[in-house]
């Protein structure tokens, strides 16, 4: 009787454990600060591409109105699954001229999560419709 109430304590345990494993993983996924009704082509050029786990980062320095750079920082996916798909590190080379389109923070901030891009020799990466 003692064993089956230690196991059913253990198993209880175990649970909750794995309970809070899973739960940081599904709410790390969200998209929920992008406005995925808005796309915003961006045209800049690439400060750093950072191919780093758990999201990639594109640094794009584009122009204001007045002149002045602004940086945005883009998030893509991880690097794994985008190194299936044939990017790199080296796809995004610092320095490169390229248009980007991200749907943008909701809250107006210079960001965005990643679509695709189009880079001024005509190569795009991404969905370029």
Known sequence: MKSSRLSKN????????????ISPAFSHHSNAMFNQDEVLALSGTIKEFQ???PHTWIQLMVKDESGKEVEWS???GSPNNLGRQGVRPSTFPAGADVTIKTYPMKDGSPGGLFIGAQ???????GRWE
Not at 10 to 21: I, K, P, Q, Y
Not at 119 to 125: A, E, I, L, M, R
């Open 10 to 21: 253990m198993f209880l345990l175990v649970l909750l454990m794995a309970n809070m494993g």
């Open 51 to 53: 191919f780093t786990n």
């Open 74 to 76: 883009l998030e893509w």
């Open 119 to 125: 880079f001024s020799d005509g190569k795009t990466v």
